[in-house]
């Protein structure tokens, strides 16, 4: 990192130090300036997470947990050293964090520890996580598919019943209809922590309680929330929890499932083979603890390596000062587009506090053409149902644009992309 930050929220100067360590913002689009606005999707990269990678595939590159020599050795310490890092940054003790692609398959992963527990896998102990006609998966309306479609394979394998909890005209969780839906035959509550579309942040607390009040086990997409906010998966008393590293000024391949080390530890593995072993016979095998069971074959070294670098950015920066400073540019953002007629800024009516995320939708418009025009100007920003169609289903729109900040955006990028919104309801002759 080119500086340390020791005051008490990012000031422009500060700011604009920041963005010296991501040399993709200094480069044009189109013959502009590039601003940014994706960072929901991906997140750009500082020359720390950058050099951290490279430094040691350069001097250290070798396969963990599997060598006796002395590059292995060391490969292995860095590598345990990157789990305790993010561990830290979540709240978590070292060996609740499970290395996996991403966050897709951290929730698969836990998903197909019920499927095995349900075909009578993995002993008696793993009585939690049996499903079986009778019990229920409860999701909600807002989910990301990456948190919805596994919980449905789920229900389908197992007979399993799967609720969703719905959302009201403005897209907030209908909490009456939540604390109704979870009860006594519910066995896990899988629930995002941030809308990936609406950019509110969902009281999950009260559904934390709800579900541990009947026994459920809850597990957490904080995939909008690791990379923007203080996060304490103990402190939110969560049992699982899932977040990537590319949206958090890491790599791309690389995500973490925290996991309660109790129930780490009675949980099926999803995938089998290499590296996850004590011993193997041509008939059984056994199992190392976690989190190595869950971690088969060949991994992820370099990018945990990445991954730990960009932990160590954002502590250095300080969680909470990026949350105040994207707090403010997405209200910025909301009051801009609200201020635009023709644009339905969908979740405006929504009283909860917010990342720095905004999805709208101009009707006359479709948003492929409001992306396409932004860009020619330089603004990237995401277009399409961001992999969430129930929820844009249940607002009466098929798709929207989505702009996302991050801690290197700043207030005059906001103020172009509101000038670049209205700018595109005049070219399109779209009035309201």
Same mark, same amino acid.
């Given at each position: 990192?080119?500086?340390?930050?020791?005051?008490?929220?990012? +000031?422009?100067? %500060?700011?604009? *130090? &920041?963005? !010296?360590?991501?040399? /993709?913002?200094? @480069?044009?689009?189109?013959? =502009?300036?590039?601003?940014?606005?994706?960072?929901?999707?991906?997140?750009?990269?500082?020359?720390?997470?950058?050099?951290?990678?490279?430094?040691?595939?350069?001097?250290?590159?070798?396969?963990?947990?599997?060598?006796?020599?002395?590059?292995?050795?060391?490969?292995?310490?860095?590598?345990?050293?990157?789990?305790?890092?993010?561990?830290?940054?979540?709240?978590?003790?070292?060996?609740?964090?499970?290395?996996?692609?991403?966050?897709?398959?951290?929730?698969?992963?836990?998903?197909?520890?019920?499927?095995?527990?349900?075909?009578?896998?993995?002993? +008696?102990?793993? %009585?939690?996580? *049996? &499903?079986? !006609?009778?019990?229920? /998966?409860?999701? @909600?309306?807002?989910?990301? =598919?990456?948190?919805?479609?596994?919980?449905?394979?789920?229900?389908?394998?197992?007979?399993?019943?799967?609720?969703?909890?719905?959302?009201?005209?403005?897209?907030?969780?209908?909490?009456?209809?939540?604390?109704?839906?979870?009860?006594?035959?519910?066995?896990?509550?899988?629930?995002?922590?941030?809308?990936?579309?609406?950019?509110?942040?969902?009281?999950?607390?009260?559904?934390?309680?709800?579900?541990?009040?009947?026994?459920?086990?809850?597990?957490?997409?904080?995939?909008?929330?690791?990379?923007?906010?203080?996060?304490?998966?103990?402190?939110?008393?969560?049992?699982?929890?899932?977040?990537?590293?590319?949206?958090?000024?890491?790599?791309?391949?690389?995500?973490?499932?925290?996991?309660?080390?109790?129930?780490?530890?009675?949980?099926?593995?999803?995938?089998?083979?290499?590296?996850?072993?004590?011993?193997?016979?041509?008939?059984?095998?056994?199992?190392?603890?976690?989190?190595?069971?869950?971690?088969?074959?060949?991994?992820?070294?370099?990018?945990?390596?990445?991954?730990?670098?960009?932990?160590?950015?954002?502590?250095?920066?300080?969680?909470?000062?990026?949350?105040?400073?994207?707090?403010?540019?997405?209200?910025?953002?909301?009051?801009?587009?609200?201020?635009?007629?023709?644009?339905?800024?969908?979740?405006?009516?929504?009283?909860?506090?917010?990342?720095?995320?905004?999805?709208?939708?101009?009707?006359?418009?479709?948003?492929?053409?409001?992306?396409?025009?932004?860009?020619?100007?330089?603004?990237?920003?995401?277009?399409?149902?961001?992999?969430?169609?129930?929820?844009?289903?249940?607002?009466?729109?098929?798709?929207?644009?989505?702009?996302?900040?991050?801690?290197?955006?700043?207030?005059?990028?906001?103020?172009?992309?509101?000038?670049?919104?209205?700018?595109?309801?005049?070219?399109?002759?779209?009035?309201?």
């Amino acid at each position: 990192m080119s500086a340390s930050l020791d005051v008490t929220s990012l +000031a422009d100067a %500060e700011i604009h *130090r &920041l963005r !010296e360590d991501f040399p /993709i913002l200094q @480069t044009q689009v189109n013959g =502009h300036p590039l601003v940014y606005l994706d960072s929901g999707a991906t997140s750009q990269r500082p020359l720390a997470v950058l050099d951290a990678e490279r430094e040691f595939l350069t001097t250290l590159n070798s396969a963990v947990h599997r060598g006796a020599h002395t590059l292995a050795a060391e490969a292995t310490e860095i590598f345990e050293d990157a789990r305790a890092t993010v561990a830290r940054f979540v709240g978590a003790d070292d060996d609740e964090i499970v290395w996996t692609s991403n966050a897709t398959e951290a929730i698969n992963l836990v998903a197909y520890a019920f499927s095995n527990a349900s075909v009578g896998r993995g002993g +008696a102990a793993t %009585e939690k996580f *049996r &499903l079986g !006609e009778g019990d229920e /998966i409860v999701t @909600t309306e807002m989910e990301h =598919h990456a948190n919805l479609i596994p919980w449905q394979e789920l229900a389908a394998r197992t007979g399993a019943t799967l609720r969703v909890i719905p959302l009201d005209d403005d897209g907030a969780l209908r909490l009456d209809d939540a604390a109704a839906l979870i009860g006594p035959h519910t066995k896990v509550v899988a629930v995002t922590h941030v809308s990936n579309v609406l950019g509110i942040i969902n009281p999950v607390e009260q559904l934390i309680a709800a579900a541990h009040e009947v026994g459920a086990l809850v597990l957490l997409d904080a995939c909008q929330s690791a990379p923007h906010l203080p996060l304490d998966v103990k402190a939110l008393d969560v049992d699982f929890a899932v977040f990537s590293g590319h949206k958090m000024l890491g790599p791309t391949g690389i995500g973490a499932l925290y996991g309660r080390r109790e129930l780490l530890e009675v949980m099926p593995p999803f995938l089998t083979g290499g590296s996850m072993i004590t011993t193997v016979t041509t008939t059984e095998a056994e199992y190392l603890p976690p989190p190595q069971r869950f971690e088969a074959g060949t991994q992820r070294v370099s990018q945990a390596v990445a991954l730990a670098a960009a932990v160590d950015y954002l502590s250095a920066v300080g969680m909470p000062r990026i949350a105040d400073h994207e707090a403010a540019l997405g209200q910025r953002l909301v009051d801009g587009l609200f201020g635009i007629d023709g644009v339905r800024v969908l979740g405006a009516g929504i009283d909860l506090p917010r990342v720095g995320l905004a999805s709208f939708d101009i009707p006359g418009i479709h948003s492929h053409d409001v992306g396409q025009f932004l860009d020619d100007q330089g603004i990237a920003v995401r277009v399409g149902h961001h992999c969430a169609q129930p929820l844009h289903r249940r607002l009466g729109v098929t798709s929207s644009t989505r702009a996302s900040t991050y801690l290197y955006s700043t207030e005059d990028e906001v103020d172009a992309f509101i000038e670049g919104v209205a700018a595109t309801i005049e070219f399109f002759g779209v009035r309201s």
